[in-house]
């Protein structure tokens, strides 16, 4: 337990290095040893990835969120993930959720995390390689699966908990991560994570591209709209989202 410990220590730092980044117009923002790839549930996916022997180690994408937000308002939180080489562990993949602690509006230092672990409980480790599970709602999720290490609680926390600790204080983004790759022979961590659900905005890393070869039948707008072709679906992706699927 303390070796997985250690290793969260490292990615609040990541998370300062990148937050001055702006977000893309899709809500998201890549970094580190993170692109978009293949292979999605279905389609495209979001491919994290941490090599212990290459530089930064660690792979994310981050995604914005609306001013004001706290941690009690989100009603979702969840997204598939697909761990394609070694295992789940060492504190990743996860979500990380950045509090203003210091409540002074802006990212900085004196900020602090609540994580929340992707795979089995208690220990989160034993994900079925090259297989895409499910999350499900984390926010409802029974297992205490939220760490609150940082603002003041536990280990092993829940939603509820988490949410009175941090009462009334901004949430500034929410990171999905893999970092951990120290854990394992190889040195590599690849997770694949796409469908990810924050407060029912739907990220499914598609992009006009993904409707060619008949791509679109299998691709939906942010509400679950089916294309009725090809052109419809490169219309919805190219503007942003603004022509939707079909009622």
């Known amino acids: 337990m303390k070796v997985f410990k250690k290793a969260l220590i490292l990615l609040p730092l990541a998370s300062l290095i990148f937050a001055a980044e702006a977000f893309a117009a899709n809500g998201y923002t890549l970094f580190g040893d993170a692109q978009i790839v293949s292979g999605g549930n279905p389609s495209n996916a979001a491919q994290l990835r941490s090599d212990a022997t290459v530089a930064p180690g660690f792979g994310g994408v981050s995604f914005e969120v609306q001013d004001g937000t706290t941690l009690g308002d989100l009603a979702t ?13 060492g504190g990743s993949p996860r979500f990380q959720v950045r509090i203003d602690m210091d409540n002074d509006g802006v990212i900085s230092a004196g900020d602090k995390n609540v994580f929340v672990y992707l795979g089995p409980s208690p220990n989160y480790v034993g994900c079925t390689p090259g297989t895409w599970v499910s999350s499900g709602n984390l926010v409802t999720d029974p297992d205490p699966r939220w760490d609150t290490g940082q603002v003041g609680g536990t280990f092993y926390d829940t939603y509820a908990n988490a949410v009175a600790l941090t009462a009334g204080l901004e949430v ?16 590599e961590q690849t997770v694949l994570v796409d469908n990810v659900n924050i407060n029912d905005k739907l990220y499914t890393f598609e992009n006009k591209e993904s409707c060619k070869k008949d791509g679109w039948q299998d691709l939906t707008d942010d509400e679950g709209n089916s294309f009725s072709n090809q052109g419809h679906c490169v219309s919805f992706f190219a503007s942003e989202g603004k022509a939707q699927g079909n009622p």
Request: with cysteine.
């Open 77 to 89: 939180l969840g997204t598939d993930f697909n761990v394609t080489d070694d295992d789940c562990g």
């Open 172 to 187: 500034f983004r929410i990171n999905l991560v893999v970092d951990s790759s120290w854990m394992f022979l190889d040195s």
